[in-house]
């Protein structure tokens, strides 16, 4: 991965995490302050409301021991304390008619809450709330002016006629509301922190698996199908089975691929083969009849040579065979050479396009000559290591390489060196065979590829060459609907031809 497609990723991710710990956090902080809200707004109604049910649930427990006769007795006294005690309220219980004797009481000081009956009872309306409005009992919302306190009071009469006042103070649940509150934020705040470290694991969790096919998917658009998504859990989710898709998708599509590029290259060859096979059929015949009729005519002189016995000698005999089964040999390699050029021109050898590994390929054709390479002094100087997958015949690119390999062999000079090099161009890449020696002559670099076309015929001659090969190198990378040609330097040539590299990765663009 490049340097420009990591920043690219990790910015993504950034931005995905960011987004989704964003909602996270919002949520968490949205829910709090809805809290607070409700807690601030309703607690204090709520809270009344309770008292209110308090005060009146209260009510009918003492009632039913005033009706019991139980009041006053000590049976009573512990139902009585947890009632005033739980319920955080003052009770006091007088005789009837308005009198001030005390029957039962829980505060310390019954007189002053008997004042507070007598205030009850005279009606005190500017400075009370009535809440419920019952036969036997009232419930309001008193202030008390001296303390600037409000209190919830319940005022009745019991079965058996007694009076009864029960309070309660509501200061007590501002301050329940405003320590609840305290609290809540201090919640708040540590569930914040901590709800921002779990956004963070818990988006990236989730974010960099999807980032990851988003990359291969990528990919696979140029072309790569190496990519493959590796589950990292245990339990398989549905990303897992997202990532397995893409992996199915990815095998399916190098398949269909590949069936569509060997349909498509065959598809060209037909369009092109039927105005084309009159004329090579011609052409064939031309230059066969032309290159065979100086091995011919040797063949036939040294053979009437032996027949005529021009030399008796053992000697000259063994030399005029010689010459008859190398011009022989010569002529078959020729007969054989022509026969692959005439089925790569006419179509009828069939293209197999399928992605192999080029690097493999080349290692494989250099250690076949690396004895002749021995042989000739010649050192390779330059050969690529890293993989390399294309689009081709593999077959036919090993008979194109082969070709370049033996002209570079032959026609190397000077410090006698061959390198073997790629160059990356666009979708495709360049793969150069260069040796050092004698450029070849502008004139001749368009016609080099001609049939039978041989700049320096004595030297082709000497190492048996035909002047088919380069032609058979064309012939093929037509085949392939791909480019090649020559380059001349200062001290050598570089015989190049380009093949379909997409998705390949890690070779230099020039």
């Known amino acids: 991965m490049t340097l420009t497609q990591k920043r690219t990723k990790k910015q993504k991710q950034g931005s995905l995490t960011r987004q989704i710990a964003i909602v996270i956090i919002s949520l968490l902080a949205g829910t709090v302050l809805l809290c607070w809200f409700l807690n601030t707004v309703f607690l204090e109604r709520f809270y009344v409301e309770n008292k209110q049910k308090t005060l009146m649930e209260g009510f009918a427990v003492i009632d039913a021991a005033s009706v019991s006769g139980l009041l006053t007795s000590s049976q009573f006294d512990v139902t009585f304390e947890k009632l005033c005690a739980n319920g955080n309220i003052e009770v006091i219980i007088t005789q009837s008619n308005r009198s001030r004797v005390i029957v039962r009481s829980s505060v310390s000081d019954p007189e002053r809450l008997s004042m507070e009956l007598s205030m009850v009872l005279d009606i005190w309306s500017g400075q009370a709330e009535y809440l419920v409005q019952q036969d036997n009992y009232v419930l309001l919302k008193r202030t008390d002016t001296?303390?600037?306190?409000?209190?919830?009071?319940?005022?009745?009469?019991?079965?058996?006629?007694?009076?009864?006042?029960?309070r309660t103070a509501l200061e007590s649940i501002r301050e329940s509301v405003k320590i609840s509150n305290q609290f809540l934020a201090y919640i708040a705040f540590g569930a914040c922190l901590v709800g921002i470290i779990v956004a963070l694991v818990v988006s990236r969790g989730i974010t960099t698996p999807i980032l990851e096919i988003t990359y291969l998917s990528k990919r696979m658009a140029a072309l790569d199908f190496e990519a493959k998504y590796r589950s990292k859990g245990y339990i398989k989710n549905e990303i897992d089975e997202l990532g397995d898709h893409m992996n199915a998708l990815s095998t399916t599509l190098e398949e269909t691929i590949s069936e569509l590029k060997s349909a498509n290259n065959q598809l060209l060859v037909d369009i092109e083969k039927k105005d084309q096979i009159e004329q090579m059929r011609t052409e064939f015949l031309s230059n066969v009849s032309h290159e065979l009729k100086t091995p011919?005519?040797?063949?036939?002189?040294?053979?009437?040579?032996?027949?005529?016995?021009?030399?008796?000698?053992?000697?000259?005999?063994?030399?005029?065979?010689e010459v008859i089964m190398d011009e022989a040999d010569k002529m078959n390699r020729m007969v054989k050479k022509l026969l692959t050029l005439n089925q790569l021109e006419s179509g009828q050898e069939t293209v197999n396009m399928e992605r192999f590994d080029l690097?493999?390929?080349?290692?494989?054709?250099?250690?076949?000559?690396?004895?002749?390479?021995?042989?000739?002094?010649?050192?390779?100087?330059?050969?690529?290591?890293?993989?390399?997958?294309v689009w081709a015949d593999e077959f036919m690119v090993e008979e194109v390489v082969t070709n370049y390999m033996s002209n570079a062999i032959h026609y190397a000079a000077g410090t006698k060196e061959i390198a073997v090099r790629y160059m990356k161009?666009?979708?495709?890449?360049?793969?150069?065979?260069?040796?050092?020696?004698?450029?070849?002559?502008?004139?001749?670099?368009?016609?080099?590829?001609?049939?039978?076309?041989?700049?320096?015929?004595?030297?082709?001659?000497?190492?048996?060459?035909?002047?088919?090969?380069?032609?058979?190198?064309?012939?093929?990378?037509?085949?392939?609907?791909?480019e090649c040609g020559v380059d001349n330097y200062e001290n050598g040539v570089e015989f190049w031809f380009e093949l379909d590299a997409g998705g390949s990765i890690g070779i230099e663009q020039k």
């Open 146 to 166: 001296r303390l600037e306190s409000e209190y919830l009071m319940l005022y009745g009469v019991l079965s058996n006629g007694n009076r009864i006042l029960m």
């Open 359 to 389: 690097t493999e390929l080349i290692s494989g054709v250099l250690h076949s000559v690396e004895i002749l390479l021995n042989q000739n002094g010649i050192r390779l100087t330059e050969y690529p290591t890293a993989p390399l997958y």
């Open 425 to 482: 161009k666009g979708d495709c890449v360049r793969v150069g065979v260069f040796n050092t020696g004698n450029p070849i002559p502008e004139e001749d670099v368009d016609k080099i590829w001609n049939k039978f076309y041989k700049v320096d015929k004595a030297r082709t001659r000497e190492y048996g060459g035909s002047g088919i090969g380069l032609s058979i190198v064309k012939a093929i990378m037509e085949s392939f609907h791909q």
């Open 296 to 321: 011919l005519a040797l063949i036939q002189g040294y053979a009437e040579g032996l027949k005529e016995c021009i030399n008796d000698d053992e000697q000259s005999r063994d030399f005029y065979c």
